[in-house]
Nanobody, 125 residues
């Protein structure tokens, strides 16, 4: 059974940091790319960042470049992707989801096959 489980969300003040984790299981981790998406109330779900586990290539939305860093740990079958979020802003408030795709370097939701349940990030100004 495929599972993607997010954790690490919470409440933080503007300018603060959080690190989200996405633990993956039930598929061949190295064959997939993992993406982070977010959805704020009343808005469309948008792509934030993705990483290809086969070659480590990464991609970021313009809105988070320079503030967010995605990384992957597949050593010892840990199969976890992280999203380090620094200098958080109120507009980063959203539910954050991780998802898996076999397509590299894309943040198009239609290409993602598996999704987690999400973790809430709230940034107070």
């Amino acid at each position: 059974e495929v599972q993607l489980v997010e954790s690490g969300g919470g409440l933080v003040q503007a300018g603060g940091s959080l690190r989200l984790s996405c633990a993956a299981s039930g598929f061949t981790f190295d064959d997939y790319a993992i993406g982070w998406f977010r959805q704020a109330p009343g808005k469309e779900r948008e792509g934030v960042s993705c990483i290809s586990n086969s070659d480590g290539s990464t991609y970021y939305a313009d809105s988070v470049k320079g503030r967010f860093t995605i990384s992957s740990d597949n050593a010892n079958a840990k199969n976890t992707v992280y999203l380090q979020m620094n200098n958080l802003k109120a507009e980063d408030t959203a539910v954050y989801y991780c998802a898996a795709t076999i397509v590299k370097r894309t943040l198009l939701r239609a290409f993602y096959d598996y999704w987690g349940q999400g973790t809430q990030v709230t940034v107070s100004s």
